[in-house]
């Protein structure tokens, strides 16, 4: 019988403002709930999309603040983060304080990855693309909304999948790994926990 894993999931953070970039009152009202919203949104990735990898662009704002939170949280829920640097200069002309919270979370991070030495037109735009096409979900905000995007796809992966002789009228295709299926030239048990998954739009993994 085939046994359905769930895939843990990995979320980017990319914010396409400065907003909240520098609050010089962290214990304010405003930041406190813009703090709490946060936490929220990367508890909700956590605990119903399976999240367990986080990246990070390291920019300040929402990329920064939402680094704290999850390693806060790493411990608890078994997570890794990764700071993602367009350029190892990031943080040079930044206020004092966001350049000590920049290199404490460095400190702390599982994972670093440098896009490139030297600033250069396009290192950020070359950063947003390398996490987003190894994520699952991307947290960002939407002026001072903090808003979860997903991929509009599902993927599964498959393990020791054995082909069989029988066609269906109604054939689906399924992608993973670059390479494509028909759902009919898998076994029957495979093909019903696909098409469940399909329903349910799961991330799963698959073994026989």
């Given at each position: 019988?085939?046994?359905?894993?769930?895939?843990?999931?990995?979320?980017?953070?990319?914010?396409p403002s400065s907003v909240?970039?520098?609050?010089?009152?962290?214990?304010?009202?405003?930041?406190?709930?813009?703090?709490?919203?946060?936490?929220?949104?990367?508890?909700?990735?956590?605990?119903?999309?399976?999240?367990?990898?986080?990246?990070?662009?390291?920019?300040?704002?929402?990329?920064?603040?939402?680094?704290?939170?999850?390693?806060?949280?790493?411990?608890?829920?078994?997570?890794?983060?990764?700071?993602?640097?367009?350029?190892?200069?990031?943080?040079?002309?930044?206020?004092?304080?966001?350049?000590?919270?920049?290199?404490?979370?460095?400190?702390?991070?599982?994972?670093?990855?440098?896009?490139?030495?030297?600033?250069?037109?396009?290192c950020y735009k070359k950063?947003?693309?390398?996490?987003?096409?190894?994520?699952?979900?991307?947290?960002?905000?939407?002026?001072?909304?903090?808003?979860?995007?997903?991929?509009?796809?599902?993927?599964?992966?498959?393990?020791?999948?054995?082909?069989?002789?029988?066609?269906?009228?109604?054939?689906?295709?399924?992608?993973?790994?670059?390479?494509?299926?028909?759902?009919?030239?898998?076994?029957?048990?495979?093909?019903?926990?696909?098409?469940?998954?399909?329903?349910?739009?799961?991330?799963?993994?698959?073994?026989?």
């Amino acid at each position: 019988m085939a046994k359905i894993t769930k895939i843990p999931q990995t979320c980017c953070i990319i914010s396409p403002s400065s907003v909240w970039a520098d609050l010089k009152d962290e214990k304010s009202p405003d930041f406190l709930h813009f703090k709490a919203s946060i936490r929220k949104k990367i508890l909700t990735l956590i605990e119903k999309h399976e999240v367990r990898h986080f990246m990070s662009g390291m920019s300040r704002g929402l990329e920064l603040y939402a680094a704290e939170v999850i390693l806060e949280l790493r411990g608890k829920y078994g997570l890794t983060f990764r700071g993602v640097l367009p350029h190892e200069a990031q943080p040079c002309c930044w206020p004092i304080k966001s350049q000590e919270k920049y290199y404490n979370i460095m400190e702390k991070s599982d994972f670093e990855e440098l896009i490139q030495y030297r600033f250069s037109k396009g290192c950020y735009k070359k950063r947003n693309d390398y996490m987003k096409t190894r994520s699952n979900f991307m947290l960002t905000n939407e002026k001072q909304d903090i808003i979860i995007k997903g991929k509009d796809y599902l993927t599964i992966e498959f393990v020791e999948v054995e082909k069989t002789p029988e066609k269906k009228s109604d054939e689906i295709f399924v992608s993973f790994n670059s390479k494509m299926f028909l759902i009919s030239e898998l076994p029957e048990n495979v093909q019903k926990c696909i098409l469940k998954c399909l329903e349910e739009k799961e991330n799963v993994h698959i073994t026989i």
